[in-house]
């Protein structure tokens, strides 16, 4: 673990918090939950764990951002625990995914600045932040502004269905999983429900109506945070090979 002068860093006030304890992200992919901050002059406000996938390569990356849900157990609010980077399965096997495939990306897992309080995330809350983190990563070119990406379970479900509504010139394609809050967006969304939350079929067929590109599969079989199962290598693949100017009309399904 390496101590970073903060002061280089604009950070929000982290419930009394101090210092911050992070570790530089390496050129290879980094997985063991560290909060960090990427290299270079960076403002942030949000801690982050950054997650460099193949950056040895030429080229600019591609962006993948994780919204985490809620913590609602107080033993596991420690912001320097792993528990608030891994809430499901869908971020590993995203992650995954662009490693065995050799694809040059940065994941970022920022944390909201409500999580670790006994309430909803509110990842709208943050939209600012979230804009300024992206918009520096391409201001310095280090990421194709055509290839960011977007996902979140839960809460960051229900914040990615936010971000696709409020951001649809910036990110190529969203997945949202395990919440019941469709809403009209620009961008495609590949959503995704459990037997803990509602079925929305029908309103997912009222946006498809107004023109909303969304593919929807409701999986009661699942319980809340199981359908990462439905982030399979065709979905990946398909959801990838979206850019912000060329984007796919999605499939009734995904075999």
Not at 224 to 246: I, M, Q, W, Y
Request: with cysteine; hydrophobic share 40%.
């Amino acid at each position: 673990m390496t101590f970073i002068d903060l002061k280089r860093f604009k950070l929000i006030s982290l419930a009394g918090l101090c210092g911050l304890v992070v570790a530089l992200a390496g050129c290879r992919t980094q997985q063991d939950g560290a909060l960090t901050m990427p290299q270079g002059e960076f403002t942030y406000n949000l801690p982050c764990r950054v997650v460099n996938i193949h950056t040895e390569k030429p080229g600019k990356a591609v962006l993948f951002l994780w919204l985490h849900g809620g913590v609602h157990d107080r033993s596991k609010h420690d912001l320097l625990t792993k528990n608030h980077l891994d809430l499901c399965a869908a971020d590993d096997s995203i992650v995954n995914y662009l490693d065995r495939h050799d694809i040059k990306a940065i994941a970022l897992f920022p944390i909201c600045h409500k999580a670790w309080v006994p309430e909803c995330v509110a990842w709208k809350d943050c939209a600012i932040e979230v804009r300024h983190m992206i918009d520096d990563y391409v201001n310095k070119g280090l990421v194709d502004p055509e290839r960011i990406y977007l996902a979140g379970s839960s809460d960051g479900g229900v914040g990615a269905w936010d971000y696709a509504a409020e951001m649809g010139d910036v990110f190529a394609a969203a997945i949202s999983m395990s919440c019941d809050e469709p809403r009209m967006s620009a961008m495609p969304v590949y959503f995704f429900g459990t037997k803990s939350e509602s079925d929305c079929t029908a309103q997912v067929d009222s946006l498809k109506q107004l023109g909303c590109n969304v593919y929807y599969k409701y999986s009661p079989q699942y319980r809340h945070g199981g359908d990462a199962a439905e982030c399979t290598e065709a979905l990946l693949k398909h959801f990838f090979s979206n850019t912000l100017h060329r984007r796919h009309n999605l499939p009734q399904e995904f075999k």
